[in-house]
């Protein structure tokens, strides 16, 4: 599996918004400046992340985005799973109920299994609030 820059742009638009989480509505123009992605690709993502309820968009003079819930609530692979679909390894461990006809007999099904088992232990364990708080630690630590 390899995250595509939607995926990894996805979650930094999201730490950003989580950075700047506070109660002001944040521009795409803003978040392009700091992260150095065009506007026209944030466009695209932003609306992914709008459709599925985990940002709120507001038009006119002030409008932005936001967060709709605490940067705890998110986890990666919610965000991973969103913008990529599926985090398996292979299409033959991407179904819930694995229907390749040589499952029963398939050694290496069984070593995939585990690595998509693994992915989305650490995948589902990383919050938006533990990335923010990792950005916060380096931020502070950086000494002149």
Not at 45 to 65: D, K
Not at 77 to 88: A, C, D, H
Not at 124 to 142: C, K, R, S
């Amino acid at each position: 599996m390899k995250i595509s820059t939607k995926g990894r742009y996805a979650m930094r638009l999201m730490l950003d918004l989580a950075i700047n989480n506070t109660g002001e509505n944040v521009s795409l123009a803003a978040i392009s400046k700091r992260q150095g992605i065009s506007v026209k690709y944030l466009e695209q993502i932003i609306s992914m992340l709008n459709r599925a309820g985990y940002v709120r968009s507001e038009r006119g003079a002030g409008g932005g985005y936001r967060l709709t819930r605490k940067p705890e609530e998110y986890t990666v692979g919610m965000i991973l799973r969103l913008t990529e679909g599926s985090l398996s390894v292979t299409s033959c461990t991407q179904e819930e109920e694995n229907t390749c006809e040589r499952y029963g007999d398939c050694v290496t099904v069984k070593l995939w299994e585990k690595i998509n088992k693994a992915i989305a232990d650490v995948v589902d364990n990383i919050t938006l609030a533990d990335l923010l708080e990792e950005e916060q630690a380096q931020v502070n630590d950086f000494v002149i």
